[in-house]
C-alpha cells in the first residue's frame, strides 16, 4: 500500500556521517514512520522513529545523541542523520511505517510495522 524507498547508504570510516532518506508514496494511514537496522545474523532492531502529525521523536540507547532523525511531511520523506559513526552500526537499514502514531512504549516493535523499503547499505571501517 505504502512503497518506500531508502537512499543514502554508503561506506565511511569510523567517526564518519551519513544522512539516509526515506520518501513514501502516501502519508495516509502513516502516523509512524521508523528506522530498523539489521546486520547479518542478527535480529531486526529499531533505531529511530518519529510521529508524523507532531514530529515526537524516539531512538535506541545505542544512537542517542549520534543520530537524528527528522521529516519534511511536503516531500513524504523522513531523514535519518548518523554522525560519530562506529563499526558496531554497520547493517542494512530499512525504514517502515505504522498505521498507528509512535509511542513511547510502543514505537519499536517491529510486528507493528507494516509496509517496508527495500534497505541500504551502511559499512563503517575501522
Known amino acids: 500500500q505504502v512503497h518506500l524507498v531508502e537512499s543514502g547508504g554508503g561506506s565511511v570510516q569510523a567517526g564518519g556521517s551519513l544522512r539516509l532518506s526515506c520518501v513514501a508514496s502516501l502519508y495516509l494511514n502513516t502516523y509512524c514512520m521508523g528506522w530498523f537496522r539489521q546486520a547479518p545474523g542478527k535480529e531486526r532492531e529499531a533505531v529511530a522513529a518519529i510521529s508524523t502529525g507532531d514530529a515526537s521523536t524516539y531512538y535506541t540507547n545505542s544512537v542517542k545523541g549520534r543520530f537524528t532523525i527528522s521529516q519534511d511531511t511536503a516531500k513524504r520523506t523522513v531523514y535519518l542523520q548518523m554522525d560519530s559513526l562506529k563499526p558496531d552500526d554497520t547493517a542494512v537499514y530499512y525504514c517502515?511505517?505504522?498505521?498507528?502514531?509512535?509511542?513511547?512504549?510502543?514505537?519499536?516493535?517491529?510486528?507493528?510495522?507494516?509496509?517496508w523499503g527495500q534497505g541500504t547499505q551502511v559499512t563503517v571501517s575501522s
Open positions: 517502515a511505517t505504522d498505521v498507528v502514531p509512535c509511542t513511547s512504549w510502543g514505537w519499536f516493535v517491529v510486528g507493528s510495522f507494516g509496509s
